[in-house]
């Protein structure tokens, strides 16, 4: 969730759930008077509609707002989460009530995991985890690793992760926010990864052992152009124009140029089509034209945006009813602008 509200929006959802009609006695001593949290709930759920009755929770993101329920709540000084503040309306609290939003700054890795309502008579804790933002997967080297090697993944908010191939959970043996480093179990060839983390789940699209190229080309490949075009085929300047592992392709077109790849490996029968991960510096429409095995009876095209783009095209689309033998593959510059073109994890899929 990612419900940020004004104070009119609170309101209408405390009138809802009718909890700002608390009262608090005083007349108890002091000893009467510690505060207790009973529960947790979140405000709104998945579709923003109050959530009535409130339902326990111990797992919160920030910049969300949540219900805090228990007893003598309203002598509230300080509400911390992670022991970092959040701060509240004192027209949102009431003896058995406190609605507050989390601090958008709130820390979710290297915390205590706990909730504190501190108040002139003391100090409540609830056991609350404050869930990082949904994991990005940038993708996985090398994708032709073998069983029971090991893989680095690439991405961001790796908290507590679990790595799985397929149906089948892998060894992770290092991880910090942003890298994981996990063993492949037996079976994982033609298998996808999967990262998990508490706030949710990526898959990647390229399986185990399905690319011509990453990070290089496999097998005994070769390269050429068309019109003397400048590529790199290790290129490593500029981490935002490479996708995953540590080098991309770039290709710096003429109009009506081609990048050729020629000599691929052999490529499986239950291959269903070709894939890659495509840029480009400026904005291609429909202007790039995939020639495969060298026929021009039937040549895909496809865009290219200036942010990576996943790209699958089957087989069945260069008018084959079945995997050729081998995949040599053209990328040809249809069009009368000169570009930066970015190719990464070029393979096909099953």
């Not at 609830?126 to 080297?141: E, S, W």
């Not at 069945?316 to 040599?328: E, I, R, V, Y």
């Amino acid at each position: 969730m990612k419900n940020i509200f004004k104070f009119s929006q609170v309101f209408i959802i405390a009138l809802l759930l009718g909890i700002l009609v608390a009262c608090r006695d005083d007349s108890g001593g002091a000893s009467d008077l510690t505060p207790v949290i009973e529960l947790v709930s979140a405000s709104v759920n998945a579709d923003g509609q109050p959530v009535n009755p409130l339902e326990a929770t111990h797992v919160g993101y920030a910049n969300n707002t949540y219900i805090i329920k228990g007893k003598n709540l309203q002598s509230v000084k300080h509400v911390y989460f992670n022991s970092y503040e959040s701060t509240f309306n004192s027209n949102f609290v009431t003896d058995g009530t406190i609605i507050i939003t989390i601090d958008q700054n709130t820390p979710y890795t290297s915390n205590t995991n706990k909730l504190e309502v501190v108040t002139t008579y003391g100090t409540a804790e609830y056991d609350f985890v404050i869930a990082p933002p949904a994991p990005v997967f940038n993708g996985f080297q090398p994708i032709n690793a073998p069983d029971g090697s090991t893989i680095t993944i690439k991405g961001n908010y790796f908290v507590n992760p679990t790595v799985t191939v397929g149906d089948q959970q892998a060894t992770i043996v290092s991880y910090t926010l942003t890298e994981i480093i996990a063993t492949l179990p037996a079976g994982s060839q033609g298998k996808k990864v999967s990262v998990s983390t508490l706030s949710g789940s990526l898959t990647y699209p390229s399986q185990i052992g399905t690319s011509i190229y990453d990070d290089a080309f496999y097998g005994a490949v070769t390269n050429s152009t068309w019109s003397g075009d400048v590529y790199d085929i290790a290129y490593a300047e500029d981490p935002a124009n490479i996708w995953q592992g540590t080098k991309a392709i770039k290709w710096s077109t003429k109009a009506w140029s081609a990048f050729q790849i020629d000599n691929s490996p052999s490529i499986p029968s239950n291959a269903k089509g070709i894939r890659f991960h495509i840029k480009s510096n400026a904005t291609i429409n429909q202007g790039i034209k995939i020639i495969l095995n060298y026929s021009w009876a039937a040549t895909p095209t496809i865009s290219a945006g200036t942010s990576y783009e996943y790209v699958e095209i089957p087989f069945s689309q260069f008018g084959l009813s079945a995997a050729p033998d081998t995949m040599n593959l053209t990328f040809n510059n249809a069009n009368g602008d000169s570009n930066d073109v970015y190719l990464d994890d070029i393979g096909y899929y099953y």
